[in-house]
Structure formats: structure tokens, C-alpha cells
T-cell receptor, first 112, second 119 residues
Framework: NAGVTQTPKFQVLKTGQSMTLQCAQD?????MSWYRQDPGMGLRLIHY???????DQGEVPNGYNVSRSTTEDFPLRLLSAAPSQTSVYFC???????????FGPGTRLTVT | AQKITQTQPGMFVQEKEAVTLDCTYD???????LFWYKQPSSGEMIFLIY??????QNATEGRYSLNFQKARKSANLVISASQLGDSAMYFC????????????????FGTGTRLTIIP
């Protein structure tokens, strides 16, 4: 039981490049979410999904796309990377009603 | 207004002492959940403890307990008998609409408290 896995662990992009951060979970959780963590700001929600085929925007969605074709996978796409997207990205999955989120190990992204 | 406020950016505590990390929250919902997460220097986010707004007892998980004062809207984390491995960032978070399958799916995080345990 691997929990929530994320790849890659580290990534450097040039401004304007696109890429996909991968996230997978094996806990059969319906709900998944993406957060970014910036110094001094805690974690902020980018997008979330309440089940396969259903996604919605969080607090900071601009510049990111998501899709959810299976229960297990929830990739995050950066369409045209900008230096403001330099951050640590966490994927999480959870089950209602309590909703404690189980986080992946994170991806540290630097955009130059 | 901030939904989650953690007023202690950093704390230093002697090993084996108890420590209280402060968290206040702001919501107009009657049904909500409060969470504490630990983030060690390795970077992963570790779930510690949960308190539901309708729970009558304060939550406890091993050395962790949550001092929930609903009228004051505070949810302080208490770590008893601190250990060197407790040195980490600690985040308080809230989910509103708990108890509903279609509640607010967003966890709102505070800015964290960096706890350092001194040997």
C-alpha cells in the first residue's frame, strides 16, 4: 500500500514550458486535491476532484489544468510555466465525511 | 479575514516538556473539522489529529491532544513530553461543511509554527 505517490520529486522548467505533475493513490479515495506551498503562506488549494470525471477550482487555479479519468490518478498540468509557479506541489487524497487528507511526498518545481 | 491564524511563527521548547501550539479559526458554519499536520524537514505532510465541531470530547492521539474551545474558536495542539523528533513545522487546518458528502472540499491552512526541541 503505497498511499499517495507523486512524480517527479524535483523539476526545473524554463519560462513558457509545459509539464505534467503526476499523482496516484491506491486507497480508493474518491476525493483528490492539489496544493501549492509557498514560504510563509501555508498550503493553498489549486484544484480538486470529487470523483472520476469531476473536477473543480480551488483558491489559486490560474495557469493549471487537471483531469480525472480514473479514481487512482489526478495529474496537474502547467500550461505555460511562469516564475510565479516556483513552489512545492502536494497532491492529497481523502474520504468524507471527516476529510483528513493524506499527502504525497511533494514535487519541488523551479521555473527560471 | 484569515480563516486560520497561527500566531507563533517559531517556538523553542526543552526536551521532555509539554508544548502548546496555538490555532484560532473563523467560520460561520456550524459543522466543520479542524486538523493538525506535521511537516518535518524532509518535507512530507503528516496528519496528526482531527476534531469535529460537534465532538463533545477533545481529541487525543498518543502524545497529541487538541484543546478545543468552541466559544473562543480555538483549537490548540498540545504535545506532551516533547521529543527531539517533534522538531518540525506544524500546520492547523479547517474544513467547513464536514458531515456532508457535498461539503466544502477545501482545507484552509494556517501559516504554520516552527517548533524546535532543545536537548
Amino acid at each position: 500500500n503505497a498511499g499517495v505517490t507523486q512524480t517527479p520529486k524535483f523539476q526545473v522548467l524554463k519560462t513558457g514550458q509545459s509539464m505534467t505533475l503526476q499523482c496516484a493513490q491506491d486507497m480508493n479515495h474518491e476525493y483528490m486535491s492539489w496544493y501549492r506551498q509557498d514560504p510563509g503562506m501555508g498550503l493553498r488549494l489549486i484544484h480538486y476532484s470529487v470523483g472520476a470525471g469531476i473536477t473543480d477550482q480551488g483558491e489559486v487555479p490560474n495557469g493549471y489544468n487537471v483531469s480525472r479519468s480514473t479514481t487512482e490518478d489526478f495529474p496537474l498540468r502547467l500550461l505555460s510555466a511562469a516564475p510565479s509557479q516556483t513552489s512545492v506541489y502536494f497532491c492529497a487524497s481523502f474520504r468524507v465525511p471527516r476529510g483528513e487528507q493524506y499527502f504525497g511526498p511533494g514535487t519541488r518545481l523551479t521555473v527560471t | 479575514a484569515q480563516k486560520i491564524t497561527q500566531t507563533q511563527p517559531g517556538m523553542f521548547v526543552q526536551e521532555k516538556e509539554a508544548v502548546t501550539l496555538d490555532c484560532t479559526y473563523d467560520t460561520s458554519d456550524q459543522s466543520y473539522g479542524l486538523f493538525w499536520y506535521k511537516q518535518p524537514s524532509s518535507g512530507e505532510m503528516i496528519f496528526l489529529i482531527y476534531q469535529g465541531s460537534y465532538d463533545e470530547q477533545n481529541a487525543t492521539e498518543g502524545r497529541y491532544s487538541l484543546n478545543f474551545q468552541k466559544a473562543r474558536k480555538s483549537a490548540n495542539l498540545v504535545i506532551s513530553a516533547s521529543q527531539l523528533g517533534d522538531s518540525a513545522m506544524y500546520f492547523c487546518a479547517m474544513r467547513e461543511g464536514v458531515g456532508s458528502n457535498f461539503g466544502n472540499e477545501k482545507l484552509t491552512f494556517g501559516t504554520g509554527t516552527r517548533l524546535t526541541i532543545i536537548p
